[in-house]
């Protein structure tokens, strides 16, 4: 018996030592894996904490942190209302997202045209405001321009400022067609205005059509983090140069309607 336990010693030490070289095995793997381990969740906390404060440089990270998805071309609608300095503006557009920097219009819009020496009068006779020449004599004619243009709109400044205010520059241009309506019907070579003067015309009298071209040029921001909605101010220098001119007072041709517009501009692209 005694012999027998002398036997299985040598194999019980080496059972032991095999036991105590795992156990040391496992736990040198445990210190291991716990160090991995650490090490991801520390990559993953700074990569978070990158994310969130970095300036995006390129498209497909901005696309990634505010649209959840690689970045991809985008259209959408947007409308703008806005006053000048003579009158009004107002257009519809049709967006194209080209880049996070770069936006394509096509406009189709509308817009009214003054003499330079035209002036508003109020008359106690009709109870009404009539605009007048510098002679004296009603305004003639009325001209209401529609627009088509092609414009682009650069956005400045992405990784140097918060992207809740995105400013832009843009540029666009097109053909105009000019409506010419009958405002007051005055005899020529008329020395003063006669009492039956005839103040009956409107804007559906038309007296011709005309054509030419139009351009502007312009800066404003849209502001919010929903890159999916366009809701903005801009600033637009607009010109329309009709070159066979219109005659809007008597003896007064005028061929240049151009001023400052401010405009309020709403739309949306469409995911």
């Known amino acids: ?10 194999i019980v030490r080496q ?10 095995f496992l736990r040198v793997q445990g ?13 993953a906390m700074a990569k978070l904490n990158a994310d969130t404060a970095k300036v995006y ?30 009158s009004f503006v107002a257009s519809f557009n049709f967006v194209r997202q080209y880049t996070p920097d ?8 509308v817009t009214t045209g003054r003499d330079p ?21 009603p305004k003639r004619f009325g001209l209401v321009m529609l627009t088509t243009s092609v414009g682009l709109q650069q956005r400045l400044f992405r990784r140097d400022i918060t992207s809740s205010f995105r400013p832009f520059l843009e540029i666009g ?13 005055l005899p020529d070579g008329l020395a003063d205005i006669p009492l039956n003067y005839d103040f009956s015309g409107s804007i559906f009298n038309p007296q011709g059509l005309t054509f030419g071209v139009n351009g502007y ?21 607009i010109a329309n140069y009709l070159p066979a001119g219109v005659e809007l007072l008597r003896g007064s041709r005028v061929s240049l309607f151009h001023g400052i517009s401010i405009n309020l501009i709403f739309g949306t692209l469409f995911q």
């Open 217 to 237: 040029v312009g800066a404003g921001a849209y502001f919010g983090n929903n890159f999916l909605m366009l809701q903005g101010l801009s600033v637009r220098y």
């Open 173 to 185: 241009a097109g053909p105009t067609l000019g409506y010419i309506h009958l405002v007051s019907r």
């Open 57 to 86: 440089d390129d498209a497909e990270d901005e696309e990634m942190a505010f649209y959840g998805g690689a970045f991809r071309p985008r259209s959408g609608i947007a409308g703008v209302i806005g006053l000048t300095t003579n």
């Open 102 to 109: 770069l936006i394509g219009i096509l406009s189709i819009g």
């Open 1 to 10: 018996m005694l012999m027998r336990n002398i036997t299985l010693l040598p």
């Open 15 to 24: 059972l032991l030592a095999v036991k105590l070289s795992l156990k040391g």
């Open 31 to 43: 210190v291991i894996l716990s160090i991995v381990l650490a090490l991801d969740i520390s990559s």
């Open 117 to 137: 020496a035209e002036i508003d009068r109020f008359d106690p006779w009709t109870g009404q405001n009539i605009t007048f020449g510098p002679d004296g004599f």
